[in-house]
């Protein structure tokens, strides 16, 4: 029996409409996750309308349709360039090095899936050569920002038992810093080479891309003792389709347009704190 959730901005979700659509798909009782934010109901099954209704409602409400049971998930697995962090590590140190105009064009290219990632990433790389290292640490105390929710997620499903695990196409000289302060258990990212205090413009081999990510999500939850099915994933780039494809659930947070073509669950209006909802997490349940 699917479970339909619709969350908006904070203050932004019409009661009137979690009523109307389920009055329309003779829904059981709508139960509020959160007032005013995010609201689900049980129907029997998603009907003729369901994804109309989902593109006419897209400008205000994430409307997603999950499975009744094994909701909460034992591993969290996260992108982090403007998906827990605002930004794209290598678009801001692009921006140090005075070719972030030309970056920042391959980097939306590449996320939108228009450009290998493995050969965008060595081509970004390759401009930053020469850049002091030092450079990395002002990126992180005066660029970088999390996520709105980030935390309390991690909290969240850590607090309930799960793992959580930051994987990224990007940097570990980034990952270090943003896994720690959001208590992740553990990161997976790229390694940026240096030599005498100076990027040297090229990545340590091999490059972990979309491959890399699905192939973290299968070993750590083998490790873990548990399923693929147990975990839910967040990403926002084409590099991510292959570990939300895997992952029980699968979510596109603030996602290129290629990328929610190709995901069932979207959010475009939450923050991270979405992904609990759509576990079945009330905001009562945070940590």
């Known amino acids: 029996m699917p479970i339909v959730s619709l969350i908006a901005a904070p203050g932004a979700l019409d009661p009137a409409l979690a009523e109307n659509l389920r009055n329309a798909w003779g829904g059981g009782a709508v139960q509020w996750l959160s007032p005013d934010e995010a609201a689900e109901f049980a129907v029997s099954a998603l009907t003729d309308t369901w994804e109309d209704t989902r593109a006419t409602l897209a400008d205000s409400v994430d409307l997603n349709a999950l499975p009744d049971t094994d909701r909460r998930k034992r591993m969290l697995l996260a992108d982090m360039d403007s998906t827990m962090i605002c930004q794209e590590c ?93 208590s992740f258990d553990e990161h997976r990212a790229n390694t940026l080479e240096v030599a005498d205090a100076l990027l040297t413009g090229t990545v340590t081999q091999p490059i972990l891309g979309r491959a890399a990510k699905v192939e973290a999500l299968e070993q750590i939850t083998a490790r873990l003792g548990i399923t693929p099915a147990e975990a839910i994933a967040v990403g926002d780039g084409a590099n991510d389709l292959g570990m939300l494809g895997r992952a029980g659930m699968g979510v596109a947070l603030h996602a290129k347009p290629s990328v929610q073509a190709q995901c069932d669950l979207r959010v475009n209006h939450g923050d991270l704190t979405a992904l609990l909802y759509l576990q079945g997490y009330a905001r009562s349940d945070f940590a």
């Open 90 to 182: 290598i678009d801001e140190l692009a921006d140090e090095a005075g070719v972030g105009d030309r970056v920042k064009a391959i980097t939306a290219r590449a996320m939108n899936g228009e450009l290998d990632f493995e050969g965008a990433l060595t081509e970004r790389v390759a401009l930053l050569k020469g850049l002091p290292e030092t450079v990395i640490s002002r990126v992180l105390d005066t660029r970088i920002t999390p996520m709105p929710g980030g935390a309390t997620l991690v909290a969240t499903m850590k607090a309930n038992g799960a793992h959580c695990v930051l994987v990224s196409g990007g940097f570990t000289a980034f990952t270090t810093r943003v896994a720690a302060d959001l």
